[in-house]
């Protein structure tokens, strides 16, 4: 069984493994679960992607309104959910708002991306990327996390 958490309420979904979770709806609120766009999340709603979310992996990008890699790497963090997604939940954490949870995942440098699987980081990385570089980091990343 697999769990995603409502970009638009917060709720936690299961879904089994032989439906097509792009097509899944939440049962509180009737949202798509996933539209190929990153979700904008607060400290709390990133805890519980991170914790909550089974069967797929969570990419963060830790970013901030000034800072002009990141809005740079904002279109290309979006083009890389159409492909990532359902396997991979994109979450979009502002450094600015959310200081502490930055903080707490060891982010110096911006743009910075961090991959979880499981609750557990399994790679990171500092730096503006395109959309093709996102998408075969995070494929690489979680290929090497299996092994």
Do not use: Y
Request: glycine share 8%; net charge positive; proline share 7%.
């Amino acid at each position: 069984m697999r769990q995603f958490i409502c970009p638009s309420c917060g709720a936690a979904n299961r879904s089994p493994p032989d439906r097509d979770p792009l097509a899944a709806k939440c049962g509180r609120c009737k949202a798509p679960l996933f539209n190929g766009q990153p979700v904008d999340v607060d400290g709390k709603a990133f805890q519980a992607h991170r914790r909550s979310t089974l069967g797929a992996a969570v990419l963060v990008d830790v970013w901030a309104p000034w800072c002009g890699p990141c809005r740079t790497m904002g279109p290309q963090f979006a083009a890389a959910a159409a492909t990532l997604e359902p396997d991979v939940r994109l979450l979009k954490l502002n450094a600015d708002q959310e200081g502490a949870v930055t903080a707490e995942l060891g982010v110096s440098g911006i743009p910075a991306l961090i991959l979880f699987r499981d609750g557990q980081v399994v790679a990171r990385q500092a730096g503006s990327m395109t959309a093709h570089q996102i998408v075969a980091w995070t494929t690489q990343a979680l290929a090497q996390a299996k092994a």
